[in-house]
DNA sequence: ACCTGAACACCGTTCAAGT
DNA sequence: ACCTGAACACCGTTCAAGT
């Protein structure tokens, strides 16, 4: 009845509507319909359960945009900031899965085809576009980790007037930096 | 017998020893010489705890070189990363403790000044700062997800040849970036 | 092929009770 | 002031057994 990606099409439902700790193998489980010990079938454990869930949500990323490389590259770490946002906790749960190296789909991937296309070596379009998901990651789970204080309580409503223009700046620091790197 | 500060060093030694998941409330008890309930005398719970090993391992920061900001913030960054990289798992358990609220040393804190003295605006300096933590903290959590993994035995141990270059090239991005956004 | 039942070895946390 | 004992409500994971 429940196949694969099944299971972690209800451990993202989950995802969102629970947040990360509530994506237990049991919670899964019956979310699914089944027991726990069931999903061991289908995932050799938790970790690529995660991971998958992180590949279906980087799968969500739309593709680069048809624009010189500067507006490409910036388009394109606002739209994963976007998609990250879109699910609740996904910043620290994808950055967990991707040190995990059980994903499968990789959010550097059309960066780093795209800065070499444009010129960069190998090496450093790999490095330079692994800088940005990392921005970005790191920005977004410190967002979604403030969102998380507030549900909870601790922080009040309006903490998160600073995002925006923060994330902004980071963005353009990366970009003017590629630009300076290119010979 | 045990103080909150000695109960902290308990978390960090065993950290070092065993890693992130080798500090539960239990094995941080045990190498107090006390039971798990005692410690919550001392730290209302462990996010607490750990806030507190996280204020330890970055009030280990040496302080900003004399030099100019380029370097200056350059060597700051290389220094974070190698205190982080003498602890075991330190950047995920820092990265987990700056995002909980609960820590009182900011490793942002020095880079932040530097650049404003430098006449940067206090926005962007806390900024670019805040974007130099986030790369070195998502770097070298990747490089200890890799030496987990190695560990583990699901890597080779030769898997660590290019993380010294990538964090370079992350480095020279950011400082490119940086004087850039100078007026 | 797919799932259940039952267990194992853990967790963080609370709280009455001790000294 | 500081700690123990004992419990509560969970975890991830394994594995024989069922169908």
Redesign the pocket.
Known sequence: ???RTGIAAQALRLLDERGLSG?????V?DAVG?????I???Y????ALLAAVSDAIIAQLPPLPEAGWGIAVRVWMEQFRATLLTHTDSAELVSAALASGLTTVDPAASARALLQAEGWSELDAAWSAAAMVRFVLGHVAEEQARQRLIVEGVLPADAVALDEPAFNHGVRLLLAGTANVLP
Not at 23 to 27: A, Q, T
Not at 34 to 38: E, G, I, L, P, T
Not at 44 to 47: G, I
């Open positions: 009845m429940a196949d994506v237990s193998m049991r919670h489980a089944v027991k726990a010990s069931a061991y079938w289908h050799p454990n938790k970790a």
